[in-house]
């Protein structure tokens, strides 16, 4: 197995005339946390669709840990974990239910799938859970299912749209204590709006706009680069605002 877990090159997705994502590139390392940061519409949500295989590039490719993600996607695909903006919960399954469910659909041994719940329940925070309705939980609460289901069969890379989106500051702080966490076992790709949520949990940070990167690079070499901004918050608006002119 590689160290680098995630690799795309001449990544691009078009829609017509319209160029969503345009000859985008980088590398993922086990262990790293990036941070994909863009205003709406930047093309960060079709970039985390096509690196999860569920959205087929118009050119370019991509490898998970050394896989071809287009010539082997059943392969490729069991070493990604994947939560979308929307999380796709069942509201009438219970917790337990829904991840032996996601389990399965995960290819998880059969006589494998107990421990694999349990041990995605404690890492998400829900151990006392397991025999309540999904759809009687908070949002933070399902935001955690959400992030069990993509974990329960362990995979090596995990992929995260939004996932404090709608959330109270105490629900932040506890989704961005648990991506922490997973960061430190898996290479973790993280979307956000919330800069706080980039600058408390990432290593690196992509700053894409119109479909394009506009910044990569660690969060040191992006103070480097703009030691005239303030903060992130100021350099996301300066780069963007930039490659808007």
Do not use: W
Request: neutral net charge; proline residues 5%.
């Amino acid at each position: 197995m590689t160290n680098i877990t995630v690799s795309a090159s001449g990544l691009s997705r078009r829609y017509g005339t319209r160029v969503a994502v345009h000859d985008l590139g980088f590398e993922l390392r086990q262990g790293e946390v990036l941070g994909l940061l863009g205003p709406n519409g930047a093309g960060k949500s079709t970039t985390l669709q096509m690196l999860a295989g569920c959205l087929a590039p118009s050119s370019g490719g991509i490898e998970i840990c050394g896989i071809d993600l287009l010539e082997q996607p059943r392969e490729a695909k069991s070493l990604l974990g994947y939560l979308p903006e929307t999380p796709p919960l069942y509201q009438e399954l219970t917790v337990n239910e829904f991840l032996r469910f996601a389990a399965r659909l995960h290819r998880v041994a059969k006589t494998a799938i107990p421990a694999a719940v349990e041990s995605a329940k404690q890492r998400c925070g829900l151990a006392e859970a397991g025999k309540r309705l999904v759809g009687s939980l908070s949002k933070g609460y399902q935001q955690r299912v959400g992030i069990a289901q993509a974990i329960v069969h362990n995979p090596r890379v995990v992929i995260l749209d939004e996932p404090t989106s709608g959330l109270d500051p105490i629900q932040i702080r506890e989704i961005r204590k648990l991506i922490r966490e997973l960061g430190g076992e898996h290479s973790v790709i993280l979307s956000t709006h919330i800069l706080p949520d980039v600058e408390s949990i990432c290593d690196r940070v992509q700053i894409m706009n119109q479909g394009r990167l506009a910044f990569a690079g660690s969060m040191a070499e992006l103070k480097q680069a703009h030691p005239e901004q303030a903060g992130l918050e100021e350099v996301f608006i300066h780069l963007t605002r930039q490659e808007n002119l």
